[in-house]
């Protein structure tokens, strides 16, 4: 008999939508390549996600709805299916405590204005960055992934966006010159 996995996840509501897609197009799509059962509660936000046998395919839906719930696009969301990209989520609270003020502050020093913070990290690093309500998501290979982490916890220690990217200017050369 398979082994049988299990877990459900609380996702924002506005957020279900993207997550079942036209015509429950994405959730369909999402099941079928992970092998995985899901169902969607839309007014409680709540996503149960049923697995048989492969628990890689499983742990690969779990992180698409967490990503999904975290604001990515379904197209970023799938690049967790398989092995090389993982999902790394930060409590932007955890980091720099505060009220509602302070924490719209600090988001709005990662995402930049019209967004070119974040899309320089994003580019830098090549990993994908969300940010919604107190988290702030990143998607991308792990050492990818670590550095992109590390910009932004610069930005919410207060550095300049200037440091930030000399930082990571400074990091991908140095990847550059020991990778043979």
């Known amino acids: 008999m398979p082994n049988e996995l299990f877990e459900s996840i609380k996702i924002p509501?506005?957020?279900?939508?993207?997550?079942?897609?036209?015509?429950?197009k994405i959730k369909r799509k999402l099941e079928k390549l992970t092998?995985?059962?899901?169902?969607?509660?839309?007014?409680?936000g709540l996503v149960d996600i049923e697995?048989?046998?492969?628990?890689?395919n499983f742990y690969d839906t779990v992180?698409?709805?967490k990503a999904i719930g975290r604001g990515f696009s379904p197209e970023n969301a799938f690049a967790l299916v398989g092995e090389e990209m993982i999902l790394d989520i930060i409590k932007v609270s955890d980091i720099v405590g505060g009220g509602e003020k302070t924490l719209k502050t600090k988001r709005g020093r990662i995402i930049g204005t019209h967004g070119l913070a974040r899309e320089s990290i994003e580019k830098a690093t090549d990993t994908k960055i969300s940010v919604l309500g107190k988290t702030v998501a990143i998607i991308g290979k792990p050492n990818d992934l670590?550095?992109?982490r590390k910009a932004i916890e610069m930005l919410l220690d207060g550095a300049r966006h200037k440091t930030v990217m000399d930082f990571l200017q400074k990091a991908r050369s140095e990847e550059t010159r020991f990778t043979i």
């Open 146 to 148: 670590e550095l992109a």
């Open 51 to 56: 697995g048989r046998g492969n628990s890689a």
């Open 13 to 24: 509501k506005e957020r279900i939508g993207v997550l079942i897609g036209p015509d429950g």
């Open 63 to 65: 992180n698409v709805v």
């Open 35 to 44: 092998e995985t059962t899901i169902k969607v509660d839309s007014e409680t």
